[in-house]
């Protein structure tokens, strides 16, 4: 989704947002030099807009080491010879980039791009002040320093070194917030990096961008309070972050393998005893990518689902802990590219091929099929008068449990279902929703990958119980985050 901003310089600034990740990529142009900041992986559609512009892409931006997915920093500038340029850090890359000092200008045609080195959520972190020919401060591409209603977890850096604690990193956000930012002009146009549904902020807003002067008013991170005040209320709530974070921050510093050779080495065609073979001699996972109740009608033995059409790499991410993992794809016939690339922009990038002709190649050849047990809210319900003391998993996130659920079901977060999996009892039947169906056969596929046959996943999720009027809810309580 492109989001264009034109100013009267001639300028041009595009936010080019995904949803699935909750990112905000930006091409910036003047004059016929463009530049990049915060790219995704796959880097053509920012080259074929320069193109098309008959502009030149003279930076790459980054903002910091990203942790939930893999810019397209290194690919970028190969393809273009862009310069990469990164904020203050000591850290030892795996590419030529330029390291900005604070202050530093760049320009870019008629205007100026200035970088602000706010370090709090990671120390490299960096904020990047346009200003136009006239010297006017304008636009503020602030990563994930600041964004809109929330500001950058203070904790990934932990992963980094263990001197780097969330409360030393919290006060380090408090600085760079009260003495580099806020002192800008309350016109300045903030396009933070992330929005509502990434995990790099708790309670961030769906609005992807905003004047400086409406935060200074309406996000609690700049009101007026102590740094003891701020560090309390920044590290109230949050959780563990997914596991592939640190992986993603070491391929963003090291480098990685270019876009095209992962898909060159994922988009091979498999027919259904090629696949077989291939899920025999390996240690691949199955991976499925069809909608959830598409799947539960049948799949290929000990195969997993995370559905493409929801927040497809996050999930990939959080549930598959090595980002060195060999995948084996099954998609929808035409989508293999898309699931391969999103795959990439988390850095899974072993995919090593699809079922060709989908999952209805695999019945037209007689394999082995698998089926998970679906039933309705309304179903539930009455198979709960008739013995309440059946067994419900609510694998919705610890903060949507607490604002609201089923009286006696219990909480097993899909987010850490690798750390949790032994406290569910393969000999029991469970009855498994989330908030929608979603994520509750993505939980129910893996544990049956893993021996757990016994549990029924439940269509529609908490929505269809709520609705059916039939459950004793607990009352509902406003979530303090969405972590």
Same mark, same amino acid.
């Given at each position: 989704?492109n &989001?264009p901003?034109i100013?009267?310089?001639?300028?041009?600034?595009?936010?080019?947002?995904t949803g699935?990740?909750a990112?905000?990529?930006?091409?910036l142009?003047?004059?016929?030099?463009?530049?990049?900041?915060?790219?995704?992986?796959?880097?053509?559609p920012?080259i074929?807009k320069?193109?098309r512009?008959?502009?030149?892409?003279?930076?790459v =931006?980054?903002?910091?080491f990203?942790?939930?997915?893999?810019s397209?920093?290194q690919d970028?500038?190969?393809?273009?010879?862009a310069k990469?340029v990164?904020?203050?850090?000591?850290?030892k890359?795996?590419?030529?980039a330029?390291?900005a000092?604070?202050?530093?200008?760049?320009?870019?045609g008629?205007?100026?791009?200035?970088?602000?080195?706010?370090?709090?959520?990671?120390?490299?972190?960096?904020?990047?002040?346009l200003?136009?020919?006239?010297?006017?401060e304008?636009?503020? =591409?602030t990563g994930?320093?600041? =964004?809109i209603?929330?500001v950058?977890?203070?904790?990934l850096?932990?992963?980094?070194?263990?001197?780097?604690?969330?409360?030393?990193?919290?006060?380090?956000?408090?600085?760079s917030l009260?003495n580099?930012i806020?002192?800008?002009?309350?016109?300045v146009v903030?396009y933070?990096?992330?929005?509502?549904?990434?995990?790099?902020g708790?309670?961030?807003?769906?609005?992807?961008s905003d004047t400086?002067?409406?935060?200074?008013?309406?996000n609690?991170?700049?009101?007026?309070?102590?740094?003891?005040?701020?560090?309390?209320?920044?590290?109230?709530?949050l959780?563990?972050?997914?596991?592939y974070?640190?992986?993603?921050?070491?391929m963003?510093?090291?480098?990685?393998?270019?876009?095209?050779?992962?898909l060159e080495?994922?988009?091979?065609?498999?027919?259904?005893e090629?696949f077989?073979?291939?899920?025999?001699?390996?240690g691949?996972?199955?991976l499925?990518?069809?909608a959830?109740?598409? =799947?539960?009608?049948?799949?290929?033995?000990?195969?997993?689902?995370i559905g493409?059409d929801g927040s497809?790499?996050?999930?990939?991410g959080t549930?598959?802990?090595?980002?060195?993992?060999?995948?084996l794809?099954?998609a929808?016939e035409?989508k293999e590219?898309e699931?391969?690339?999103?795959?990439?922009?988390?850095?899974y990038?072993h995919?090593?091929g699809?079922l &060709?002709?989908?999952?209805?190649s695999?019945?037209k050849?007689?394999?082995?099929?698998?089926?998970?047990?679906?039933i309705?809210?309304?179903?539930?319900a009455?198979?709960?008068?008739?013995?309440?003391?059946?067994?419900?998993?609510?694998?919705r996130k610890k903060?949507?449990?607490?604002?609201?659920?089923?009286?006696?079901?219990?909480?097993?977060?899909l987010?850490?279902?690798?750390?949790n999996m032994?406290?569910v009892?393969?000999?029991?039947?469970?009855y498994?929703?989330?908030?929608?169906?979603?994520?509750?056969?993505?939980?129910?596929s893996?544990?049956?990958?893993r021996?757990?046959?016994?549990?029924v996943?439940v269509d529609?999720?908490?929505k269809?119980i709520k609705?059916?009027?039939?459950?004793?809810?607990?009352?509902y309580?406003?979530?303090?985050t969405?972590l």
């Amino acid at each position: 989704m492109n &989001k264009p901003y034109i100013e009267k310089t001639k300028m041009k600034i595009e936010q080019i947002y995904t949803g699935c990740l909750a990112q905000g990529a930006y091409y910036l142009e003047s004059n016929g030099e463009a530049a990049i900041i915060d790219p995704l992986r796959e880097v053509a559609p920012y080259i074929e807009k320069a193109k098309r512009n008959k502009a030149k892409i003279k930076y790459v =931006f980054e903002t910091h080491f990203h942790a939930d997915f893999v810019s397209g920093h290194q690919d970028l500038a190969a393809k273009t010879g862009a310069k990469i340029v990164f904020g203050p850090t000591d850290a030892k890359l795996g590419f030529e980039a330029k390291i900005a000092k604070d202050g530093e200008e760049f320009q870019l045609g008629d205007v100026r791009v200035r970088a602000i080195h706010t370090p709090g959520h990671t120390m490299e972190s960096t904020c990047y002040l346009l200003i136009n020919k006239e010297g006017k401060e304008e636009v503020l =591409f602030t990563g994930d320093t600041l =964004f809109i209603g929330d500001v950058g977890r203070p904790d990934l850096a932990q992963k980094v070194s263990k001197d780097l604690t969330q409360e030393k990193q919290a006060g380090h956000l408090y600085d760079s917030l009260r003495n580099k930012i806020m002192p800008l002009p309350d016109d300045v146009v903030v396009y933070p990096a992330h929005g509502a549904g990434s995990a790099c902020g708790k309670n961030m807003s769906k609005e992807t961008s905003d004047t400086l002067g409406n935060q200074k008013k309406t996000n609690y991170a700049l009101q007026d309070m102590s740094k003891e005040e701020f560090i309390e209320k920044l590290i109230t709530g949050l959780t563990p972050p997914p596991s592939y974070f640190p992986q993603n921050v070491m391929m963003n510093i090291q480098g990685y393998d270019s876009i095209d050779k992962v898909l060159e080495r994922g988009e091979r065609e498999l027919t259904p005893e090629e696949f077989e073979a291939a899920a025999n001699e390996t240690g691949a996972i199955l991976l499925d990518t069809r909608a959830p109740q598409v =799947f539960a009608k049948g799949f290929i033995p000990n195969s997993i689902n995370i559905g493409i059409d929801g927040s497809f790499a996050v999930w990939v991410g959080t549930l598959i802990p090595d980002v060195n993992q060999e995948i084996l794809v099954i998609a929808e016939e035409g989508k293999e590219e898309e699931v391969i690339t999103r795959l990439a922009r988390v850095g899974y990038d072993h995919a090593i091929g699809f079922l &060709k002709g989908g999952f209805e190649s695999w019945l037209k050849a007689g394999k082995e099929v698998d089926k998970i047990e679906s039933i309705s809210a309304g179903q539930l319900a009455g198979l709960k008068e008739a013995d309440p003391s059946i067994q419900i998993l609510d694998v919705r996130k610890k903060s949507e449990f607490e604002s609201e659920h089923i009286t006696d079901a219990s909480n097993h977060p899909l987010d850490y279902i690798n750390e949790n999996m032994e406290t569910v009892d393969k000999d029991k039947k469970y009855y498994v929703h989330c908030a929608g169906g979603y994520r509750s056969m993505m939980f129910t596929s893996i544990m049956r990958a893993r021996g757990y046959h016994n549990l029924v996943d439940v269509d529609g999720g908490f929505k269809s119980i709520k609705e059916s009027g039939r459950f004793k809810l607990t009352d509902y309580v406003c979530p303090t985050t969405k972590l």
